[in-house]
């Protein structure tokens, strides 16, 4: 279990289905969380069942089943009529396993939904304290998937809407097929019209929604407190924002209003969004003594921050109070040339990218790094055939052009 939880969150279902496979063989393993807004899918096994799985089925199959619930069931799933096992965590995360012939004997389901109520709490902790990287592939995923949805709509509504007007002509004949053709047309219209309304919830939440989940995280954080909290609501019109900024908002106002409740003294606290229409504005105030440790909630809100491009402002006055504003760009950066490649890199190796555009030797990158210099000679060799170059100094190059430093 420590090598399932330790690793990319990413890929946590392709190692939690190897830990299972022994004693409870499968052809498909799921895991779905709204936890994740970029990638709320994590699968691992036959692509030709997990590649036809949609967010739609996965709901579903959700919503039929209580917290802690647990099923042994044949139905439709992945194109499909399958045997399937679904434990619903009481964390609210969904685990779906397409066991295989070998695996239909007698299956303690209650032991998997043990081990899978450990993965479900270290997706959540992961998510809580999302790191930059997870923050930048959520919101790169997120992207890809409503451009995607855009995409594929306005194709088959263009030849939906072409087939109707062929249908539709007065040049065709034979009057009763010409209407049930378009009565089937339409209703595939209709119904293409709002596919993928699951996805685009997952990818984006309205900023009033968003601002409503706020007051009810913050609820259990201030139930016993005697603060009194003014919660001054985002206009209704206000764009949409993206899953994971709307998660990372969230998370960092819970981090400010636990900063500002260490004070010895709190009385009152102002909490306000608004949206310009290309950020989403964040600011929180308190009647408190101003002694806010300005370093420390800085330090802990850089991370989300700086993936975000989002900007951060403090101000405290002694015995008057302290106030934190938040400015979060709702689109994502120009991505540069170089970004596809660098995304191929892990944490380590991009230290040692970092490293190499400062013009560092291998001995001097191990000695900052604390590791041996054989270690970091088995790094430069796997970033230089990742980046696609044939020598330290291009490597370099390619990095300063991607503004690693």
């Not at 004949?173 to 053709?181: E, F, G, K, P, W």
Request: neutral net charge.
């Amino acid at each position: 279990m420590r090598a399932v939880i330790a690793g990319p969150l990413p890929d946590i279902a392709a190692r939690f289905s190897r830990l299972l496979a022994e004693r409870w063989p499968h052809e498909a393993l799921v895991i779905f969380t709204k936890e994740c807004t970029g990638r709320p899918r994590k699968v691992a096994g036959s692509d030709d069942i997990v590649s036809r799985v949609t967010i739609d089925e996965l709901a579903a199959l959700k919503q039929s089943l209580a917290l802690g619930g647990i099923a042994d069931e044949v139905r439709a799933f992945g194109n499909g009529p399958r045997r399937l096992w679904a434990i619903r965590d009481s964390s609210d995360t969904l685990l779906v396993v397409v066991p295989s012939r070998a695996g239909l004997g007698n299956v303690e389901l209650d032991e998997v939904a043990a081990l899978f109520g450990i993965v479900a709490t270290s997706i959540q902790q992961q998510v809580a304290q999302a790191s930059p990287d997870y923050l930048a592939e959520s919101r790169a995923a997120s992207s890809e998937r409503a451009r995607t949805i855009t995409e594929l709509t306005e194709v088959h509504e263009a030849t939906l809407s072409a087939i109707l007007g062929t249908l539709r002509s007065h040049d065709l004949d034979d009057r009763r097929a010409r209407i049930t053709a378009s009565e089937t047309a339409s209703a595939a219209l209709i119904a293409l019209r709002t596919a993928g309304a699951t996805e685009r919830a997952l990818s984006e939440e309205a900023v009033t929604t968003a601002f409503a989940r706020l007051q009810g995280e913050l609820r259990p954080i201030l139930r016993h407190s005697d603060v009194e909290v003014d919660y001054v609501e985002p206009p209704a019109d206000g764009r949409p924002l993206p899953g994971e900024i709307a998660h990372a908002a969230r998370a960092m106002v819970r981090a400010i209003v636990l900063t500002f409740g260490g004070q010895p003294v709190l009385t009152r606290l102002r909490i306000a969004w608004d949206c310009d229409g290309s950020n989403v504005l964040i600011e929180v105030r308190d009647q408190g003594p101003g002694s806010v440790d300005r370093n420390a909630l800085t330090r802990q809100l850089s991370g989300r921050l700086q993936t975000l491009n989002g900007r951060l402002e403090i101000e405290s006055i002694p015995s008057w109070g302290s106030r934190v504003t938040l400015a979060i760009p709702l689109d994502p950066p120009i991505s540069r040339p170089a970004d596809h490649l660098l995304s191929a890199l892990n944490p380590r190796e991009l230290e040692v990218l970092r490293h190499l555009a400062a013009g560092m030797r291998n001995k001097v990158i191990a000695t900052e790094l604390g590791v041996a210099e054989s270690t970091v000679k088995f790094h430069v060799a796997s970033v230089l055939r990742k980046l696609d170059v044939k020598s330290r100094g291009e490597a370099g190059a390619l990095a300063a052009r991607a503004g690693v430093v």
